[in-house]
């Protein structure tokens, strides 16, 4: 598909550029070609944090998934409205309504109200995201107050009659949705022999899960609302199916979010929503990616034991070297963690850095190219529509920058890649001429100090000297009154 308005975007290259996306879609477990429903637009919906406590850094992994995938779209030419939710009530520790509802949780434990703990947290993640250089959502969403949203959905679920009533909590039914599981390829009758240890006596079958609570284990729960069936909260799933149809119609075209979420959550998004509109498939493409593991173990919010982006920060580390360690795996692989591998990709970041300094050194400015560097970004893109394999187009930044023409077209390319990567690469480079431009100028004005000096102490060898090596660097040095300037010759 040719997208004129990437001309508009990107300026600095004489070409269309040609993206046909192709995304492991979950459903179906196949790579499949990318159509949006709207052609142009992408509507997009990534399942955002449970603020009950930092993220840690596989969480992070998911929003720099989210995030290339958003940054990729977009430097194709797409219009994309980037939805994410904030769970704010209604995660219970057990994404199957088992468990203690991790907000209320964490409240008690700190002695702080269920909306300062949301705050809070909320805060301290887009914090990390914007030291991670993740685009922020074109719409967040809280769950708390979208809760006339959920009541509204699930009357419609209601209505449709998928649900039953019992033990004061309003559940799902999933006999009565045929395709209930075919996300996670369910196989429903061995799950149910293996039924779980802490079953709710409620529900009738095992995957059948909760749309509103009222009576529950949780009579301390610090959130209520009115609702048709008492006073209560919603369940954790509602959310995501009320939120990502309000900002992005009935049906939508990308769902993403952690592994984790498709057997439980996802597929029950589907199938409320579904049951609510009976316009199926909800979602067109379902990405997931995999987890970020340490020591061969899954890392978890809820285990406690787990890092943080500041973790690393006050071990030495910048969080884009984080961003750029994620980046060296596909997202649908599994990612083991260690500070030696964190320690390998810091130095990687700062050799790439370092490269694209004498590039810009050699060439000044970046401009339109001369052809020569088409191929290593053409190579790129083929990496990045190829389900956005980022190892692969790192691979052809470095091969651009270690083989590729030293050319002014060759950083502009360095750049246009990097508006996918989001490595901060062009500030990297400024701030590092920056930095270099304010050595010098120190430089400068120290010899001319020591020149003024020597002329005060009549030693005028030494300060005619310092006039003559500047001269041979370029500098010209120019007396007044007012005291010694220096120019370029
Ligand atoms: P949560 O805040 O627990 O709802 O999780 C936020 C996101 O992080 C979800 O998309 C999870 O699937 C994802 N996630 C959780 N743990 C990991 C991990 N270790 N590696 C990668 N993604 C994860
Ligand atoms: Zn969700």
Known sequence: MVFPSALAVCPLFLYYQIMAFTFFNTAG??????????????????????VYNYAHIGNLRAYVHHDILVRSLR?????????????????LSDDA????????????????????????????????TDRMNITRPSVVCKATEHIADMIALIERIEKNGFTYYAGGNLYFDITRFPSYGELALLRLDEQQAGARTEQDKNKRN??????????????????????????????????CSAMSMKYLGENFDIHAGGIDHIPIHHTNEIAQSEAATGKKPWVSY????????????????????????????????????????LLGGHYR????????????????RKSLIDKIRSLADKVGSPANGNGEESRYIEAFNTAIEDDLSTPRALAEL????????????ALAAVFDMDRVLGLGLETACGDGKKDEDEGFAREIEGL???????????DFTTADKIRQDLKERGIILEDSKDGTIWKRQ
């Open 29 to 50: 477990r196949e790579k499949q070609l990318f159509t949006p429903l709207q052609e142009g637009k992408v509507g997009f919906y990534g399942c955002g944090p449970t």
């Open 75 to 91: 430097r194709a030419g797409y219009e994309v409205n980037h939805v994410m939710n904030i769970t704010d009530v209604g995660h």
């Open 97 to 128: 309504d088992d468990g203690d509802d991790k907000m209320v949780k964490s409240a008690e434990e700190r002695g702080k109200s269920v909306l300062e703990i949301a705050d809070f947290y909320t805060q301290a993640f887009f914090n990390d």
């Open 206 to 239: 095992p995957h059948d899960f909760v749309l509103w609570f009222t009576k529950s284990k949780f009579e301390n729960q610090a959130l209520v609302w009115d609702s048709p069936w008492g006073r209560g909260y919603p369940g954790w799933h509602i959310e």
């Open 286 to 325: 379902w990405l997931h990616n995999e987890f970020l593991v340490m020591d061969k173990g899954k890392m978890s919010k809820s285990a406690g034991g787990f890092l943080t982006l500041q973790t690393l920060i006050d071990e030495g580390f910048d969080p884009l070297d984080y961003r750029y360690f």
């Open 333 to 348: 692989s599994q990612l083991q963690f260690s500070m030696e591998s964190l320690q390998g990709a810091k130095n990687s």
């Open 398 to 409: 470095w091969g651009l920058l270690k083989e590729g023409p030293a050319t002014p077209g």
């Open 448 to 458: 001319i100090a020591k020149r003024a000096e020597a002329k005060k102490a009549r």
